[in-house]
């Protein structure tokens, strides 16, 4: 029998799949916690199928509460994305917007755009690890400059450049001012970073072997990490562009001989038709590889 599903409540239901307590989420979502349970057992029953198993201690995910998470996300994008899309289009103002991670220079780029559209009203929006996908998937961005690995569920990708990556040390740190640094001389330092984010460190780091790894303090933006390391809680590993980028007297920096590249990408929606889309891949290609690049 065929559901049709409500956004809302699958937004209830993400909030309850997040924190897997229906008090916290409720309390993130801003309604009573009866609501919340009402709702939820509303779209179990528009499913046909238990989304959650619930006892006085715990609350966990079925399998077909796995599957959703992992659906109703991309689709929660893809609707505000569409919203976005027919507000822009009612106001009549047509605009681009070109999402770009730290030390990444999109200017050429953005500048051949608005030489070929001199109606269209082209916008730039910096991007961090945690959103630089998610701006394009829900419509805040046409297109996005990502650096790998991402979650490519929903995107199209045309690789664009490579870059070394360096450790970021404090600035009186043992190995500050080196040269070229390998690997295995980071396997005893704190990284302030996913380990995942780095997986040449993490199959050979000291802390992860004994078990003693230190939660990272927070740090969402590239400023924070560089606040960490400058007052020696920890290294980072960065794209040699972003640390030159956020150069600073209390920080240095060294590149790592022997790790792969970082990646970098242009992102948009695999399902986006927009002709602007595939002009703006084929400018950013073109003067990827142009010798005058600046």
């Known amino acids: 029998m065929r559901a049709d599903v409500d956004l809302r409540k699958l937004r209830y239901f993400l909030a309850v799949a997040e924190h897997l307590h229906f008090g916290r989420a409720a309390e993130r979502l801003h309604i009573a916690q009866p609501v919340l349970s009402r709702q939820i057992r509303a779209l179990e029953q528009e499913l046909g199928v238990q989304l959650f198993v619930r006892d006085q201690r715990s609350t966990a995910l079925t399998a077909a509460g796995r599957q959703l998470q992992v659906d109703s996300a991309p689709l929660l994008s893809e609707a505000a994305a569409l919203l976005r899309r027919v507000t822009a289009a009612a106001h009549g103002s047509p605009s681009f917007r070109v999402g770009f991670m730290p030390g990444l220079i999109v200017t050429a780029e953005v500048r051949a755009l608005r030489e070929a559209h001199p109606e269209l009203d082209v916008e730039v929006l910096r991007t961090g690890w945690d959103d630089q996908t998610t701006v394009v998937l829900d419509g805040r961005a046409d297109v996005s400059y990502v650096r790998l690995p991402v ?48 997986p040449e460190w993490r199959d050979i780091a000291s802390e992860l072997r004994t078990g003693r790894r230190a939660a990272a303090p927070p740090a969402s933006t590239v400023e924070e990490k560089l606040e960490h390391v400058a007052t020696g809680r920890g290294v980072a590993v960065l794209p040699l562009s972003t640390a030159t980028f956020y150069t600073r007297p209390d920080v240095a920096h060294s590149p790592i001989t022997d790790i792969a590249p970082n990646r970098v990408c242009l992102a948009w929606a695999a399902a986006s038709r927009s002709p602007l889309v595939r002009e703006y891949v084929a400018l950013a290609q073109q003067l990827r590889h142009s010798p005058h690049r600046n």
């Open 151 to 198: 979650d490519q569920r929903g995107l199209a990708l045309e690789p664009l450049l490579e870059e070394p990556r360096v450790v970021v040390t404090a600035a009186d740190h043992r190995l500050a001012g080196k040269e070229s640094v390998s690997i295995t001389d980071l396997a005893d330092e704190h990284l302030l970073q996913d380990p995942d984010a780095v």
